[in-house]
Antibody, heavy 120, light 108 residues
Framework: QVRLQESGPGLVKPSETLSLTCTVS????????WSWIRQPPGKGLEWIGY???????KYNSSLKSRVTMLVDTSKKQFSLKVNSVTAADTAVYYC??????????????WGQGTPVTVSS | EIVLTQSPGTLSLSPGERATLSCRAS???????LAWYQQKPGQAPRLLIY???RRATGIPDRFSGSGSGTDFTLTISRLEPEDFAVYYC??????????FGQGTRLEI
């Protein structure tokens, strides 16, 4: 079955860079869009951006200047970097598969989420 | 920028009752590209409905979606104990490309 697993540090210092990786199993990473979504404690969901297996990216304009996504098809992984983090970046970070088609775009498979705290 | 507003913020019902959740967009949602998710505490969201009315794989038929343009509804025909959770709507296509509503908490 399709599985996504996030990994990375759970604690990041203010002004530093948050780095997470999502490992995909059970499905080819090709021909799909792969996304990051975050959820601050007790709050709703915020889409961060997506990367296509070919490397094309689209970021939420609210974070665009600080976000970089990369994909490594050989390892079946995609990654997220958010630089210059502040306490406002504290959240559970999810990776998810974005399916885009005739019925629009929706996230059909999600990782379990990884909590990231920004604190000194 | 499109904003999705969900109502009510909290809905208190009992098992066996019918739940009606609303998602209103500040502008028309592109081609009814609207999805609904269920999230339980400590878990990732689960896709319920996509394309406004299409059930995702494995979703029971007590869940149904409807609506078009700016007004969308998720209906749970007969609530089961496992249905009490937070529900989010999400649009695709309008700027910004993807946005979520703020959520409706369905509680017993």
């Amino acid at each position: 079955q399709v599985r996504l697993q996030e990994s990375g540090p759970g604690l990041v210092k203010p002004s530093e860079t948050l780095s997470l990786t999502c490992t995909v199993s059970g499905v080819s990473i090709s021909s799909y869009y792969w996304s990051w979504i975050r959820q601050p404690p007790g709050k709703g969901l915020e889409w961060i951006g997506y990367i296509y297996y070919g490397g094309n990216t689209k970021y939420n304009s609210s974070l665009k200047s600080r976000v970089t996504m990369l994909v490594d098809t050989s390892k079946k992984q995609f990654s997220l970097k958010v630089n210059s983090v502040t306490a406002a970046d504290t959240a559970v970070y999810y990776c998810a598969r974005l399916v885009v088609g005739a019925a629009g775009g929706s996230f059909d498979f999600w990782g379990q989420g990884t909590p990231v705290t920004v604190s000194s | 920028e499109i904003v999705l507003t969900q109502s009510p913020g909290t809905l208190s019902l009992s098992p066996g009752e019918r739940a009606t959740l609303s998602c209103r967009a500040s502008q028309s949602v592109s081609s009814n590209y609207l999805a609904w998710y269920q999230q339980k505490p400590g878990q990732a969201p689960r896709l319920l409905i996509y394309g406004a009315s299409r059930r995702a794989t494995g979703i029971p038929d007590r869940f149904s979606g409807s609506g078009s343009g700016t007004d969308f509804t998720l209906t749970i025909s007969r609530l089961e104990p496992e249905d009490f959770a937070v529900y989010y709507c999400q649009q695709y296509g309008s700027s910004p490309l993807i946005t979520f509503g703020q959520g409706t908490r369905l509680e017993i």
